[in-house]
């Protein structure tokens, strides 16, 4: 039964990685695979055209870390002080006018604020 068990086992770890797949696809197209795969022409000489011009450059997976940390840190600065902007655009109202001209009303302003003091711990 355990040996029965591991032979299911290993049939279903490679049906699960496709390599049957794979292995016709390659014997079907005569080893052109990676031609097909990459729906190139090749050029008037019969080669292949060079697209790594083209490829736009990724950063390192440090960077790229690095982005979103930084923007989950300015989401969450964002999350902290904007109660605090709208506690000062309620508070100075008539001198900034911030309200009156985006056409917000004294009460979604309260709402907004309670909304933000209420979700800010959470984030």
Do not use: H
Not at 25 to 42: C, E, Q
Not at 75 to 100: K, N, R
């Amino acid at each position: 039964i355990v040996g029965a068990r591991s032979a299911v086992k290993k049939s279903l770890q490679w049906l699960r990685t496709r390599n049957w797949f794979w292995k016709g696809f390659l014997v079907a197209t005569l080893g052109a695979g990676g031609r097909i795969l990459k729906l190139t022409k090749p050029n008037s000489e019969g080669e292949e055209v060079d697209d790594e011009d083209d490829e736009e450059l990724e950063g390192t997976p440090i960077e790229e870390a690095m982005e979103e940390i930084l923007g989950s840190g300015v989401t969450c600065m964002a999350t902290i002080l904007g109660p605090f902007l709208i506690l000062l655009i309620m508070v100075f109202g008539q001198e900034s006018q911030i309200a009156v001209k985006y056409g917000i009303r004294e009460t979604d302003l309260t709402i907004y604020l309670l909304f933000g003091i209420i979700i800010a711990p959470f984030q």
